[in-house]
């Protein structure tokens, strides 16, 4: 056999061997076992609630002193956001609604407005360098 007959062979084998469709297997789907919270709360005990903790801390001087209103009330809102996501309004009203409260449900609380705090003192600082930000020359105008 030739060189070229040679040549020929192995080129044309190559490129069959690389047309040829490669079975590649189907994709893994990864699926997430988290149900989706639903709360269970209406609008009007949600507002409630968040009327109500507005008000109880809009009367202390020291919270009203470290976020405005408009802060105030975003705050109140995740508390009472994740509070309705955490447990339906029969257990909030048996379990929170009480005086004196269970520490176990004081500390649950305590603990989801720390996290509200930080999430609300974080937006107030992002806003506050937006509005730091040097003014545009143009705008001098």
Request: with cysteine; aromatic share 12%; proline share 7%.
């Amino acid at each position: 056999m030739s060189t070229i007959t040679k040549i020929f062979i192995i080129g044309a084998s190559l490129f069959f061997f690389g047309c040829l469709p490669k079975e590649t297997p189907p994709p893994v789907v990864v699926t997430d076992n988290v149900t989706e919270k639903i709360s269970t709360w209406t609008d009007d005990q949600r507002n409630y609630w968040v009327t109500l903790y507005f008000t109880r801390m809009s009367h202390d001087s020291a919270v009203r002193f470290k976020y405005p209103p408009e802060h105030l009330f975003n705050l109140c809102k995740c508390i009472v956001d994740v509070m309705s996501m955490d447990y339906d309004y029969e257990t909030f009203m048996n379990d929170f609604n009480k005086q004196p409260i269970d520490p176990m449900n004081a500390q649950i609380v305590y603990d989801v407005s720390f996290k509200c705090s930080m999430e609300e003192v974080q937006l107030m600082r992002m806003k506050m360098q937006m509005n730091e930000q040097e003014p545009d020359p143009k705008d001098a105008i």
